[in-house]
């Protein structure tokens, strides 16, 4: 059928099937000086190539056939299915985009549903019958996931002449996979508008030698490399260029995922954004500065609790609808626990401002505002006052039938009992994510931060359950879709257990290493260097070195001055390393 397409001869039948495939993007068009060009544009009803929408080709092999086809999340159906190992490079690519785009400008939460896939035609290998496929089964599919998820959450163009093959993990490195030759061979045959195909790094010669100059072939190591290739021009001019009206429109939809989301990979591509527009917007006013300025300072904080923030001008807050404003209340008041910025009896009287009942009396937005003053009382040396808070927050939200909310109380209830030696409160946490399980709300198991919460209080409070809490540890020290922050404290926890356990010296050396793993000596962001301070601080207090607890918790001092203040307010000096120790928040 496309052979005949590129010599200009198809029947009626033909051009009922070529019609909707035309129609769907530029890549099966033939060139404009070639015979064919006139009879797609006869089929199609149009005078050239449509543009791809954000569609994204894709080719897969199965046995002796090639597939090309294309990706569309807008589509109804598709042709195939997609099936396990598919679906989890899709998630793959959803926990690696937040850490390999340089900027992020809008939400991954309308992404959740991989996109369905419509075949577009096949390639044999020889003579014989194609067996097409019904269901996609493999991760070859992750990077091009991945570039059409950057498309569609930047809103920049799909890249139009390019194909991808290439696995993806959730840190957003490629891998190898199988069938290149055919890939190659199908996409210069059946797409004559495709003129790139992308792979991994440790493919790059043998696709080049596959290609044999029909295909440039672009070769990446990571989706990071990847992304700034083909889409860093598009993300920075369409940041830099856009219109008034276009600011304002990003600048509030930045404001609102850092408001509302919670369990992103990584941070940094929304503090990018905020900062570049500082940088680059002229004839911004006093309020679109401060936002910008809350947005990267609170994107900030999610990363590795940095960021200053100065108290919001009181008629920013007096426009915001008042569910919005608590919203914004309840970040300053967390930030100040986290980073000492507003200072802590500034951000207390801004929240009590706020607030006209107790827990049990507020709705859902004071709730967050109780949650967040609970936590900066823990962190300023009052953690018996919060544990009793986060508990009563905790059951507000489940009597409420808010359960996916209970998750934030909850882990701070298990972290301040265990902290403080509270066998009994744990215990009562403990009964309440019992119950929770009982209505179907989420398992620890589901959500990393309880899972982390609950297996350090198993640890600190020494319960039967400690063995199995190593286990947990070990599993989120590992993981690359949770959250950077939480993965890294999993390891300082699971190391800091090996030891007190005195595990068995490959447990002890597994631990080391997954700790190497996630804390790198050789990477400099701040986090890393919070975590490296704090198993020092650790491995000092576990062998009585008070001079060598001193000195790391000095250079937690350097890396995280907001919170190390807070948590040492009104201690005497000696017991400032263990105390931050046992009650650092990760």
């Not at 949770?482 to 390891?491: E, G, L, N, Q």
Request: aromatic content about 6%.
């Amino acid at each position: 059928m496309l052979d005949a397409l590129r010599q200009g001869r198809t029947d009626p039948a033909a051009c009922a099937r070529l019609r909707p495939l035309l129609a769907a993007g530029p890549w099966l068009w033939p060139a404009a000086t070639s015979p064919g060009f006139d009879t797609a544009c006869r089929i199609a009803d149009r005078d050239a190539p449509p543009d791809p929408a954000g569609r994204v080709p894709v080719v897969t092999v199965r046995a002796d056939t090639a597939t090309l086809w294309y990706l569309d999340l807008h589509a109804g159906s598709g042709s195939a299915d997609l099936g396990a190992v598919a679906r989890r490079s899709w998630e793959q690519a959803r926990a690696a985009l937040p850490r390999s785009l340089p900027v992020l400008l809008s939400s991954l939460r309308p992404y959740q549903r991989p996109p369905s896939v419509v075949r577009l035609g096949w390639h044999l290998d020889a003579t014989g019958w194609a067996r097409p496929e019904t269901v996609i089964e493999g991760p070859s599919l992750g990077l091009a996931f991945f570039l059409h998820l950057a498309a569609l959450v930047s809103r920049v163009p799909v890249v139009a002449d390019a194909v991808a093959s290439a696995t993806i993990d959730d840190a957003g490195r490629l891998g190898p996979v199988n069938g290149l030759r055919l890939k190659i061979a199908a996409v210069a045959s059946l797409a004559p508008r495709i003129r790139r195909f992308i792979v991994c790094a440790d493919q790059a010669a043998e696709a080049r030698e596959w290609a044999a100059g029909r295909l440039e072939v672009l070769a990446f190591a990571s989706a990071a490399e990847a992304a700034e290739a083909l889409y860093n021009d598009a993300l920075v001019a369409r940041l830099v260029d856009c219109s008034a009206g276009e600011r304002q429109h990003i600048t509030d939809t930045l404001l609102r995922l850092v408001l509302s989301e919670r369990g992103l990979t990584s941070w940094s591509p929304v503090h990018n954004a905020a900062r570049r527009a500082l940088d680059t917007w002229t004839g911004l006013d006093r309020l679109q500065r401060h936002v910008l300025a809350f947005v990267a300072a609170v994107s900030a904080r999610h990363q590795d609790n940095s960021g200053r923030i100065e108290l919001p001008p009181a008629d920013w807050l007096a426009q915001l609808p008042r569910p919005l404003r608590l919203h914004v209340v309840a970040h300053v008041v967390q930030h100040s626990a986290d980073t000492g910025t507003p200072a802590p009896e500034q951000a207390l009287a801004l929240g009590r401002a706020e607030l006209s009942s107790g827990p049990r009396e507020a709705f859902a937005p004071e709730l967050r505002v109780h949650g967040a003053m609970g936590r900066l009382l823990a962190a300023t040396g009052h953690a018996e006052q919060a544990l009793p808070l986060q508990e009563e927050l905790a059951l507000a939200h489940f009597d409420g039938l808010g359960y996916d909310e209970v998750s934030r109380p909850l882990c701070e209830w298990l972290r301040l009992a265990a902290a403080l030696g509270d066998c009994e409160s744990f215990d009562r946490a403990l009964a309440l994510r019992e119950k929770l399980k009982a209505v179907g709300a989420a398992s620890p198991g589901d959500d990393p931060f309880l899972a982390l919460a609950e297996a350090r209080g198993a640890l600190l409070l020494a319960t039967p359950e400690a063995p199995h809490a190593r286990r947990v540890l070990a599993r989120l020290a590992r993981s690359h879709a949770i959250p950077d922050h939480v993965r890294r404290s999993a390891a300082r926890w699971r190391l800091l257990a090996a030891r007190q356990a005195d595990a068995r010296a490959s447990e002890l050396d597994q631990a080391r290493a997954d700790f190497e793993e996630a804390c790198p000596a050789q990477v400099a962001t701040l986090d890393v260097r919070v975590f490296r301070a704090l198993v020092r601080l650790d491995e000092a207090l576990e062998r009585g070195e008070a001079e060598a607890a001193r000195t790391a918790l000095d250079d937690l001092r350097t890396h995280s001055p907001g919170l190390v203040a807070n948590l040492t307010t009104a201690l005497p000096q000696e017991a400032h390393p263990a105390h931050v120790a046992r009650f650092y928040p990760y």
